[in-house]
C-alpha cells in the first residue's frame, strides 16, 4: 500500500511517498540517492546494509520503510560531522580496516551502536558483537583493531 512516510534521516527531515512495505534499503539508495549503504546478500544475514534507526543497528534489506516513520535514520552519510569524520572513520583508515570497502558502512554503524552502548570494551567483546558482520576480504583483525582504537578516543561515543 502506498504512504505517505516521514522520518529524519541523518539529521534532516524527509517525506517519502512509496510503497510502505518497501525495504528501506531500497529507498535510501534508490528514492535518496544514498549509496553509502550497500546491497549484498539480500537476508540480513551479512551485514554490509546495516544503518541506524532509533539508535539500533538494523539490516535494512530487511527493514520495511513503515517501520521508521516517525524514526531517526542515521546512515553512513551522516556519520562525518561538519567535514570532519567520526572517531570511528578515522581508526578505520588510521588501521587500514578495509580492503574492497564493501563491508565497511555497515561494519561501522555497528561499531558506532555498540560503542555508545559499551564506550570501553574489552576486545573479546568488539569480537563477539562483529562478528555478524562479514567481510569477505578478511579485514577482520584489523576492523577490530580499528574498533577498540576509537574507543580510546574522545567522542567515540557521541
Same mark, same amino acid.
Given at each position: ?6 522520518? !529524519? ?17 531500497? !529507498? +535510501?539508495?534508490?528514492?535518496? $540517492? ?18 541506524? #534507526? ?13 517501520? #521508521? ?7 553512513? $552519510? ?7 569524520? /567520526?572517531?570511528?572513520?578515522? %581508526?578505520?583508515?588510521?588501521? =587500514?580496516?578495509?580492503?574492497? =570497502? ?6 561501522? +554503524?555497528? *561499531?558506532?551502536?555498540?560503542? &555508545? $552502548? ?6 573479546? %567483546?568488539?569480537? *563477539? /558483537? ?9 579485514? /577482520?583483525? &584489523? ?6 582504537? !576509537? ?8
Amino acid at each position: 500500500m502506498k504512504s505517505s512516510i516521514q522520518f !529524519a534521516l541523518n539529521g534532516w527531515p524527509v517525506t517519502l511517498n512509496t510503497d510502505d512495505d518497501r525495504m528501506l534499503l531500497w !529507498a +535510501l539508495r534508490t528514492d535518496l $540517492e544514498l549509496t553509502g549503504t550497500k546491497y549484498a546478500c539480500g537476508e540480513g544475514i551479512c551485514g554490509a546494509c546495516t544503518v541506524v #534507526v532509533a539508535g539500533k543497528a538494523v539490516r535494512s534489506c530487511r527493514t520495511a520503510l513503515k517501520t #521508521v516513520a516517525g524514526k531517526e535514520v542515521l546512515t553512513i $552519510e551522516g556519520l562525518a560531522r561538519d567535514g570532519k569524520l /567520526h572517531a570511528l572513520q578515522q %581508526a578505520f583508515i588510521e588501521h =587500514g580496516a578495509f580492503q574492497c =570497502g564493501y563491508c565497511t558502512s555497515g561494519m561501522l +554503524l555497528t *561499531a558506532y551502536v555498540f560503542l &555508545r $552502548e559499551n564506550p570501553k570494551p574489552l576486545r573479546e %567483546a568488539i569480537v *563477539a /558483537h562483529m562478528e555478524r558482520n562479514l567481510c569477505r576480504c578478511g579485514a /577482520h583483525q &584489523r576492523i577490530v583493531e580499528a574498533i577498540a582504537s !576509537a574507543s580510546q578516543a574522545p567522542g567515540t561515543s557521541s
